[in-house]
T-cell receptor, first 112, second 114 residues
Framework: EDQVTQSPEALRLQEGESSSLNCSYT??????LFWYRQDPGKGPEFLFT???AGEEKEKERLKATLTKKESFLHITAPKPEDSATYLC?????????????FGKGTHLIIQP | NAGVTQTPKFRVLKTGQSMTLLCAQD?????MYWYRQDPGMGLRLIHY???????AKGEVPDGYNVSRLKKQNFLLGLESAAPSQTSVYFC?????????????FGPGTRLTVL
């Protein structure tokens, strides 16, 4: 069973059409939930860290929220340059690996 | 600051050949990681290091070895490459204290094993 599930796998929006990406997780204790953006042929670029339910963070047209079982990345009035794959990852408290567990990502396309 | 850099960017190997991927960071980070990314799968942790001279296994360590002789460098080795190791490899680093918990990634190395 996947610990981190992202939906939808792909999303095509018109420029200016707001939407949300979902990340659901199943870990025994959450140390942190991370959102990254990845452009084709590039490494993941850090966007946000969320630590506790109810926390929200914003950056330009992006807003990330966290509940006890899922996180949402809200995109308001997106532009074509927001097209990318958005990755969600969790760090489990007490986890031996100390690394991040990633979802498979949501491929977002914003059409002009 | 260059951040996290990876060498080489691309490589093609034949089955059974060996190679070393180099990761370097200039942010004085204590923790460093190696991940692989395959189509249809999330990034998966191969090995990691919490400081100079220390290494530990991640989720998918088989077929790989690592070394952290200097704080700024983390090397990933393939002793006998297999087609299943065709992937894009990413290195990441972070500080050790909780306030700087996010990992910073390099640009990746695309490896093909024939």
């Amino acid at each position: 069973e996947d610990q981190v599930t992202q939906s939808p796998e792909a999303l095509r929006l018109q420029e200016g059409e707001s939407s949300s990406l979902n990340c659901s997780y199943t870990v025994s204790g959450l140390r942190g939930l991370f959102w990254y953006r990845q452009d084709p042929g590039k490494g993941p670029e850090f966007l946000f860290t969320l630590y506790s339910a109810g926390e929200e963070k914003e950056k330009e047209r992006l807003k990330a929220t966290l509940t006890k079982k899922e996180s949402f990345l809200h995109i308001t009035a997106p532009k074509p340059e927001d097209s990318a794959t958005y990755l969600c990852a969790v760090q489990e408290s007490g986890g031996g690996a100390d690394g991040l567990t990633f979802g498979k990502g949501t491929h977002l396309i914003i059409q002009p | 600051n260059a951040g996290v850099t990876q060498t080489p960017k691309f490589r093609v190997l034949k089955t059974g050949q060996s190679m070393t991927l180099l990761c370097a960071q200039d942010m004085n980070h204590e923790y460093m990681y190696w991940y692989r990314q395959d189509p249809g799968m999330g990034l998966r942790l191969i090995h990691y290091s919490v400081g100079e001279g220390t290494t530990a296994k991640g989720e998918v360590p088989d077929g790989y070895n690592v070394s952290r002789l200097k704080k700024q460098n983390f090397l990933l080795g393939l002793e006998s490459a297999a087609p299943s190791q065709t992937s894009v490899y990413f290195c990441a680093s972070r500080v050790s204290w909780i306030a700087g918990n996010e990992q910073f990634f390099g640009p990746g190395t695309r490896l093909t094993v024939l």
